[in-house]
């Protein structure tokens, strides 16, 4: 009975807390607020984190996504996920301010992205 007791590691993630508030005229607010709902039911059903359709990147997952009016709201794991947002932007031609806070790493910013152009500070 002597053998060593493997050890599990499970590394939780410090979550990052980011909030978007979309540019674009009413009829591409809505498109995009449908999105995010959709993707919010989606999650639920499939009990993970999402990524926008056509999106290629392995990172960057929506958990706990909210649309409330046009300004959405969601956790990313560790750190901010601004090019998933700037591929959706892209798509609907819309630009974006958000703001991301993780405090147990002392991330915190806001980005804005107009006319195909990413400023984060």
Known sequence: MGGAIPLIYFIMPNWCLNTVKFEANESVSEELRMLFLTMAEKEIL???GQLPSGYEGRSGYLFEIEMEEYQ??????WSPN???VIFVAKQYGAGFIYN????????YGVAF???GEIQDI
Do not use: C, F
């Not at 959405?72 to 794991?77: A, G, M, Q, V």
């Open 100 to 107: 991301y806070e993780e405090p147990g790493m002392a991330i």
């Open 72 to 77: 959405l709201s969601y956790l990313t794991k």
């Open 113 to 115: 992205y107009r006319n």
């Open 46 to 48: 499939e009990d993970k």
């Open 82 to 84: 601004i090019e998933v």
